[in-house]
């Protein structure tokens, strides 16, 4: 209902592809007939907390799409196949969309006979990696309350994955052409570091065998030499992901970061992080749906006010995480995204390193709805996605990484550790 307000006041809403995307991440698509197998798509290798399927929208927007029943049910989107392409119709509309197909990589399985399914997923051209089977906070029952473990780590049988089986993973994905970059993601580490120093060898690994960027999604360590030694081991992009900026709220939906961690280290850790890798690298989540629109506007700016990327998951209800959540309404999570824009804009942060992200809303697709089109951010996210503008910016950062690694290395050596 609010959807249909929404574009009889907009008249834009099915050709403005932020709005499309807002749309279709809420209420998802039901998939017209003989789609799901055209594009490849089985439930039985779904990964990752999104599971749908991601379409590429006009403007090069990507978006995970529902498609479970339960989302889908009052949807009007569906995706069919015509003649000419993939559309999408809803709402008396069509659009000519691109469907992003299964990849192949998912039907291999390692030397050690482990499906890469289980291991990585594919979102947006980077490859997303989880060499552990498990969160640490699950053991005690401190999980956030929007995780489903099952979904995050897939249940493998064994905890660690070697070093040999990421790069078979990562050379197939990347010579599929699908992937052009790598994300590593762990849940909580018992550990100072918070589990970067288990990374490290993953990561020394890619970087000596691929020219390629290297994400880390991790929990802040205890300490900030840690940080220093996530930029020099050739981490390119950090994320500490805070969730939620309302302490209570915080406090009671992540009882495992709260007591182990405290929201006041996110803060903190972000700053210092924001201060150490190049602008617009350090982001955080805040998620949609979990607290007040108010509150998620003032998470934004504070993230943005110590140097850090906010970027806008929308909540979705996982079969298995207790969690009853309202979304806030089409309008709210509008003005949420039109301020996510003008903050980052007003910070002069790059937004250019959040490319291509299917499960979130970025700082630079904010722009759909602040009424700015952002030609020159957009124009650089394009050069920054060919090879020669992402070889350049590669060795830029390579160049400032080298200079930091001196510091780092005589900081450790002074320290002991
Ligand atoms: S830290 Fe929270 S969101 Fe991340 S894997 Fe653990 S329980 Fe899930």
């Keep these: 209902m609010k959807a249909a307000r929404l574009k009889k006041k907009e008249g834009l809403c099915p050709f403005n ?3 499309l995307k807002l749309l279709l991440a809420v209420q998802g698509m039901s998939l017209g007939k003989g789609v799901a197998e055209e594009v490849g798509f089985t439930l039985s290798t779904r990964r990752g907390v999104a599971g749908g399927v991601d379409l590429i929208l006009p403007g090069d927007l990507w978006v995970n799409v529902p498609v479970d029943k339960t989302t889908t049910e009052k949807s009007p989107y569906c995706l069919e196949k015509k003649k000419g392409g993939y559309f999408l119709t809803g709402y008396g509309n069509e659009i000519k969309v691109e469907p992003v197909r299964q990849p192949h990589f998912y039907e291999r399985v390692t030397s050690k006979g482990t499906p890469f399914y289980q291991i ?7 490859v997303y990696i989880s060499p552990t089977n498990r969160c640490q906070f699950f053991d005690d029952d401190l999980n956030c309350r929007f995780c489903d473990e ?3 780590f897939y249940p493998i049988a064994r905890e660690f994955i070697s070093v040999e089986e990421i790069l078979e993973i990562i050379e197939v994905a990347f010579n599929e052409g699908v992937a052009d970059s790598v994300d590593f993601n762990i849940g909580y580490f018992d550990t100072e570091d918070r589990g970067i120093s288990f990374l490290e ?4 690994a890619v970087k000596r065998n691929f020219d390629t960027i290297v994400a880390v999604d991790a929990q802040p360590p205890k300490s900030n030499k840690w940080i220093d030694k996530t930029y020099a081991m050739g981490v390119d992009k950090l994320s500490y992901h805070m969730e939620i900026f309302d302490m209570e709220v915080f406090d009671s939906l992540c009882p495992g970061k709260a007591k ?7 803060v903190e850790a972000l700053k210092y992080a924001a201060g150490v890798f190049p602008s617009g690298a350090v982001s955080s989540n805040l998620i949609i749906g979990l607290e007040a629109p108010a509150s998620t506007m003032e998470g934004i700016d504070l993230l943005t006010g110590i140097g850090v990327v906010p970027i806008l998951p929308i909540f979705r209800p996982i079969e298995g995480a207790a969690l009853e959540v309202t979304l806030p309404d089409m309008d709210e999570m509008s003005a949420i995204l039109a301020h996510l824009y003008s ?10 390193w959040s490319k ?8 630079l697709e904010g722009r759909y709805f602040s009424g700015d089109d952002a030609k020159l951010q957009v124009v650089m996210q394009n050069i920054y996605k060919t090879k020669i503008g992402g070889k350049a910016v590669r060795s830029i950062a390579g160049l400032r990484r080298r200079l930091k690694v001196k510091e780092v290395e005589d900081s450790f050596e002074s320290s002991g550790l």
Aim: no cysteine; proline share 7%; glycine share 10%.
């Design 17 to 19: 592809p932020g709005y």
């Design 120 to 126: 990585a997923a594919l979102h947006g051209g980077s």
């Design 150 to 152: 099952k979904k995050t």
């Design 201 to 204: 060898p993953y990561i020394n």
């Design 260 to 266: 182990e961690i405290g929201w006041e280290r996110y």
């Design 343 to 352: 903050s980052v804009k007003a910070s002069s942060i790059n937004m250019t």
């Design 356 to 363: 291509n992200i299917s499960t979130y809303m970025t700082p």
